[in-house]
């Protein structure tokens, strides 16, 4: 019998994952990280997946199944790999993923590392997607419920941690997977969707880099596109591209942040059609059906999580880096996020943005 590790954040979602795992004939192993930072005051709201009442409802869950359920202290690496990522990447003016990030070095590399010390075979998630496997390679591909498809998300991960991990819930919806918990007696079936920033308990993450991380925070100049000075921000990590409220300055029309600027410590800001791009370059390029590409290539691109994959082209580019260019511009092209590539339902891969570009 094959024993597989069920990362449960507590939810309805790693939950039933857990009793389908069982169904079909695994040996299923719980287990939860404690990663919450000790200098934030943790909630107990039931929509965060670090809150008190996750590790509540992930034991009783796994009570009810009568599987083993292990709490793993892996803060240090989360610190380490996800909120001293976090933090630097607001400081250079950029607006990171940190889900990304987590799944890449906490979910699926830290605590699969502990699964397989416990003898494990496989670590598990209840991520909407699905991994197959063709010519001898793991791919990955979207999963069946289009409104909760999370393989943007899972963009990152190699061959090895694909070949040794498990999506249950490929093949369901949320509304069958909600029914299934009630089926099962699971008090949590109707417990609300895990939100925003795992480690940032009021949402609120600019509180969070003001109390714990103020150094990262200086006032600068806010410009218009001729360089002249319309305001003053109090720290580009207030700011993101495509940002409209809170700028506090009135120039007779709307507008917008097009562009933080860290070397000189300056929010650009300008109308409308200046936060339209026609490319990316993208960095820390990870492919998953193949290695790399020859030549040009034409994909559709998804720029961030709540947006629509489009039309686009990638090329090679040295220093593992992509050109993207989108057939129609893109607004709010933010470097920071995730550019994932798609063909129909399966992932070709992405990377980070770096910059986006304008052709004219």
Do not use: W
Not at 58 to 82: C, G, M, T, W
Not at 309 to 316: G, H, L, N, Q, S
Not at 333 to 343: D, E, M
Request: aromatic share 10%.
């Amino acid at each position: 019998m094959k024993k597989v590790m069920i990362a449960m954040s507590g939810g309805v979602d790693s939950s039933v994952a857990a009793a389908l795992l069982k169904e079909e004939g695994y040996e299923v192993i719980g287990g939860t990280m404690h990663i919450f930072p000790d200098y934030e005051e943790a909630t107990d709201r039931e929509d965060h997946c670090c809150s008190y009442s996750a590790v509540r409802d992930a034991k009783r869950v796994a009570q009810k199944l009568n599987i083993p359920h292990f709490v793993f202290n892996l803060q240090d690496e989360f610190q380490d790999k996800v909120i001293d990522y976090f933090v630097d990447e607001y400081s250079r003016g950029r607006t990171p993923n940190p889900c990304v990030m987590c799944n890449k070095e906490i979910k699926f590399e830290a605590l699969h590392k502990k699964a397989i010390e416990i003898g494990c075979d496989y670590i598990a998630s209840g991520h909407y997607a699905k991994i197959e496997k063709e010519d001898g390679r793991y791919i990955l591909k979207k999963g069946l419920d289009e409104n909760k498809d999370q393989s943007y998300m899972l963009y990152v991960l190699n061959q090895k941690q694909l070949s040794q991990t498990l999506f249950p819930l490929s093949e369901y919806t949320k509304d069958e997977i909600r029914a299934k918990a009630k089926e099962l007696g699971f008090e949590i079936h109707n417990k609300a969707e895990s939100q925003e920033i795992c480690f940032v308990p009021d949402d609120d993450y600019v509180r969070f880099l003001d109390t714990n991380y103020p150094d990262i925070s200086k006032e600068g100049p806010i410009l218009d596109s001729e360089d002249n000075q319309v305001g003053t921000h109090n720290g580009l990590s207030h700011y993101t591209i495509g940002q409209r409220r809170g700028l506090g300055i009135s120039m007779g029309y709307p507008i917008y942040v097009t562009k933080l600027d860290y070397e000189n410590n300056a929010v650009i800001v300008g109308e409308d059609k200046a936060v339209f791009s026609d490319g990316l370059i993208a960095e820390d390029i990870n492919f998953i059906p193949f290695d790399n590409i020859d030549g040009r290539m034409e994909v559709e691109a998804q720029i961030r999580y709540n947006s629509y994959p489009v039309k686009a082209y990638i090329e090679k580019l040295a220093k593992n880096e992509l050109k993207v260019e989108f057939e129609e511009a893109q607004r709010a092209v933010t470097p920071g996020q995730s550019v994932v590539f798609y063909l129909g339902d399966l992932v070709l891969g992405g990377g980070i943005i770096k910059k986006s570009f304008k052709t004219s």
